[in-house]
């Protein structure tokens, strides 16, 4: 290679890394702003899987209550076509009934028992034994989700379409639509198949990034591309990686597995993507945090909200920050 060619290649790949870290660092210079309906930075997990049954009216009314900017849920349609708002699509975990939602009419559905594990909590029990933590209550009906629409109608909702469902999709969209919920709502699955579906059904809802969109905004973060490319979701959703420690026995996670999960936590936990993304007006929301050293860790890395089983104690955690 000639001198003078060494030269052009240089001085292009210098160019390129120094337009690609202005524009990293000042995305407005090439791309609008996002406008934002609304800003959560406390998103209550199923309502707060840890203080109330998950996705109940009660906890949905306790989370509103203690002031949550945001409620987390998810939606599966039964049989006779009525959005419902549960997380499995088989009951047997939360109501010992085995029997899938899509099979039953609504009028048919179990109640939840009485007492369900919280998701991303463990608690210890001994030297080496770590159980999963449990949440009990009274409200063991499965709501439908226009419940939810009608008592709280100033209150952002997240939508996690559970299944890839043409009617589903549908139903959501068009309860949204009588609801007038548009600037109010975002949904989407980590499918990327599941979004696209939902952003054609109703491209004025905000969506989620799927989990290949997610890897994708990461190879054009390592790669410095990401600054120059325009992007359509608003809300990107992703878990700490380090969290996945905590479910397990630790006698059972192998050092390879454990590599991963740091390596996971060390490429998706980056401040510079998160400052990047908020600076275009993208959301960044990280769950399922039940911890004050993961609040903490979330918020000083530039997300924007944090996804919680336990309001209460994200709500103490942000008024003790603020004060």
């Avoid at 919920?181 to 980590?190: I, K, M, Q, S």
């Avoid at 959301?283 to 209460?312: C, S």
Wanted: with cysteine; aromatic share 8%.
């Amino acid at each position: 290679m000639s001198s003078t060619a060494a030269f052009c290649l240089l001085s292009t790949l210098g160019g390129y890394l120094v337009t690609s870290f202005l524009l990293l660092k000042y995305p407005a210079l090439l791309h609008q702003r996002k406008k934002q309906r609304f800003l959560s930075r406390h998103i209550s997990h199923r309502g707060g899987a840890g203080e109330n049954l998950e996705n109940t009216m009660a906890a949905f009314q306790h989370a509103v209550t203690i002031g949550t900017d945001m409620l987390e849920l998810d939606c599966h349609i039964t049989k006779d076509e009525q959005v419902v708002v549960s997380h499995d699509a088989n009951l047997k975990r939360s109501t010992g009934v085995n029997v899938n939602v899509s099979d039953l009419k609504y009028c048919e559905l179990p109640p939840y028992l009485c007492k369900l594990d919280v998701p991303f909590q463990r608690g210890s029990s001994g030297t080496r034994t770590i159980t999963a933590c449990k949440c009990e209550g009274t409200d063991t009906r499965i709501p439908l989700l226009k419940e939810v629409f009608e008592a709280f109608p100033e209150t952002p909702i997240n939508i996690d379409i559970k299944v890839n469902n043409n009617v589903l999709i549908q139903k959501v969209s068009e309860l949204v639509k009588q609801y007038k919920r548009e600037h109010l709502t975002v949904w989407g699955n980590a499918s990327s198949e599941i979004v696209d579906k939902c952003y054609k059904e109703n491209s004025d809802i905000p969506i989620l990034f799927s989990l290949q969109r997610v890897l994708l905004i990461l190879g054009l973060f390592f790669t410095g591309l990401l600054p120059f490319v325009p992007i359509r979701e608003q809300f990107f959703e992703i878990p700490m990686p380090s969290i996945i420690l905590k479910l397990k026995e630790p006698h059972i996670i192998s050092k390879g597995h454990k590599f991963l999960i740091w390596l996971s936590d060390t490429l998706l936990m980056r401040k510079a993507l998160f400052d990047h993304l908020t600076a275009r007006g993208i959301q960044v929301y990280i769950w399922v945090l039940n911890e004050e050293h993961e609040y903490k860790r979330a918020f000083d890395l530039g997300a924007t909200g944090v996804m919680t089983d336990y309001p209460t104690k994200l709500k103490e955690f942000l008024n003790n920050m603020s004060a």
